[in-house]
């Protein structure tokens, strides 16, 4: 089975532009979250999507918002750059239930000039 | 709301040392737990999981016991190796998941 994919892998962008990053769950995945890692922070949780529906949400402002697709790939976008969101974002997808782990892609590296 | 507290690091262990990194949590009902690795310009690996009290989730000679008495589920090895250094990330998943900070081990030859 293939893993989670996520692309591109590594982007620069300059403040005040927007970016979009994709994630592709592994087969079968109805779940998809997006989170933020950053040296200072740690892991943060973005939002939680399931069934093309928002079912969890992190303390982030509106400028990043994301949301999925019928067939489970999700997209996240961040508006209006600034240079704190630089960091590697990671998505990760996962069965129902509330026992399943969640398995991680290998992140996106988002550095913003 | 729901929580993990993990040991601080870094730490750093020569060769065939014992690790034990420390991880706490608070939450209502009952969680699941885990413990994630990851390795450098990696994402996070599935290290090993507990679904229920005094389970024990073990994997690659690492272990954790899911303590419910002192809410605790404490990562420990008996002989690390010098390919197990990166950074540990313990987590528990009631309505979400929620992760710790993270613990880097460093191990030396």
């Known amino acids: 089975k293939a893993g989670v994919t996520q692309t591109p892998r590594y982007l620069i962008k300059t403040r005040g532009q927007q970016v979009t990053l994709s994630c592709s769950p592994i087969?079968?995945?109805?779940?998809v979250s997006w989170y933020q890692q950053t040296p200072g922070q740690g892991l943060q949780f973005l939002f939680e999507?399931?069934?093309?529906?928002?079912?969890n949400k992190g303390n982030f402002p509106g400028r990043f918002s994301g949301r999925q697709f019928s067939n489970s790939r999700s997209e996240m976008n961040v508006s209006t750059l600034e240079l704190g969101d630089s960091a590697l974002y990671l998505c990760?997808?996962?069965?129902?239930?509330?026992?399943?782990?969640?398995?991680f892609g290998p992140g996106t590296r988002l550095t913003v000039l | 709301g729901d929580s993990v507290t993990q040991m601080e690091g870094p730490v750093t262990l020569s060769e065939e040392a014992f690790l034990t990194i420390n991880c706490t949590y608070t939450?209502?009902?009952?969680?699941?737990l885990f413990w994630y690795v990851q390795y450098p310009g990696e994402g996070l690996q599935l290290l090993l999981k507990?679904?229920?009290?005094?389970d024990k989730g073990s994997n690659k000679g690492f272990e954790a016991t899911y303590r419910k008495e002192t809410t605790s589920f404490h990562l420990e090895k008996g002989s690390v190796q010098v390919s197990d250094s990166a950074v540990y990330f313990c987590?528990?998943?009631?309505?979400?998941?929620?992760f710790g900070t993270g613990t880097s081990l460093t191990v030396i030859p």
């Open positions: 990760a997808s996962g069965a129902s239930g509330p026992y399943n782990e969640q398995f």
């Open positions: 087969s079968g995945h109805r779940s």
């Open positions: 999507y399931f069934s093309e529906t928002q079912r």
């Open positions: 939450a209502t009902g009952y969680p699941s």
């Open positions: 507990a679904t229920k009290a005094d």
């Open positions: 987590a528990l998943r009631s309505n979400q998941f929620y």
